[in-house]
T-cell receptor
Framework: DTEVTQTPKHLVMGMTNKKSLKCEQH?????MYWYKQKAKKPPELMFV???????INESVPSRFSPECPNSSLLNLHLHALQPEDSALYLC????????????FGSGTRLTVV | GEDVEQSLFLSVREGDSSVINCTYT??????LYWYKQEPGAGLQLLTY?????DMKQDQRLTVLLNKKDKHLSLRIADTQTGDSAIYFC??????????FGAGTRLTVKP
């Protein structure tokens, strides 16, 4: 299995909802990432889990909460989002010393109404 | 602004060569990458080059690296309509720090 699987592919949520994005990989990668990508912009790093230890981009608001239940799974919990949080959320994984870059999932297209 | 810079648009005719350019700022970056993103999809790794290399060729793709000028380019030979996408240059500064350029939107006209 050489893929990163993200679910759901599309999500529409209200500003008072709580939802979660899920990401899964079975390549044995020990680092997993959440990126946010707005239209016509590059991906921006939100969170990194490396060997299940979290690193945070300080500019990410607390309404985004990551969770790494184990080395194969990564969740992003969403609560009280704003319309400007609408974006493509990409999960990626990598292995230390991996020369082949990151493997990206196909993303979750999130719309906040 | 981004640490990695790319021109935003490139338009070519089918069958021509495309050259997408990128400049980066961190001379300590050891790995440099080109990713392709089609509409509504994630990023697909196209190719990579190590900082101790000048050139890498992989079928229709040729990557040139000028480390002195911190300039990276991607040449696509015999460009096809299926090559239309956004191409991101990226530098990897350490294992967990990948920086992307703004992306170059390549349009291939028949």
């Amino acid at each position: 299995d050489t893929e990163v699987t993200q679910t759901p592919k599309h999500l529409v949520m209200g500003m008072t909802n709580k939802k979660s994005l899920k990401c899964e990989q079975h390549m044995g990668h020990r680092a997993m990432y959440w990126y946010k990508q707005k239209a016509k912009k590059p991906p921006e790093l939100m969170f990194v889990y490396s060997y299940e230890k979290l690193s945070i981009n300080e500019s990410v608001p607390s309404r985004f909460s990551p969770e790494c239940p184990n080395s194969s799974l990564l969740n992003l919990h969403l609560h009280a989002l704003q319309p400007e949080d609408s974006a493509l959320y990409l999960c990626a994984s990598s292995q230390d010393g991996d020369l082949y870059g990151y493997t990206f999932g196909s993303g979750t297209r999130l719309t906040v109404v | 602004g981004e640490d990695v810079e790319q021109s935003l648009f490139l338009s070519v005719r089918e069958g021509d060569s495309s050259v997408i350019n990128c400049t980066y700022t961190d001379s300590s970056s050891t790995y440099l990458y080109w990713y392709k993103q089609e509409p509504g999809a994630g990023l697909q790794l196209l190719t990579y080059i190590f900082s101790n290399m000048d050139m890498k060729q992989d079928q229709r793709l040729t990557v040139l690296l000028n480390k002195k000028d911190k300039h990276l380019s991607l040449r696509i030979a015999d460009t096809q309509t299926g090559d239309s996408a956004i191409y991101f240059c990226a530098e990897r500064r350490n294992n967990n720090d990948m920086r992307f350029g703004a992306g170059t939107r390549l349009t291939v006209k028949p």
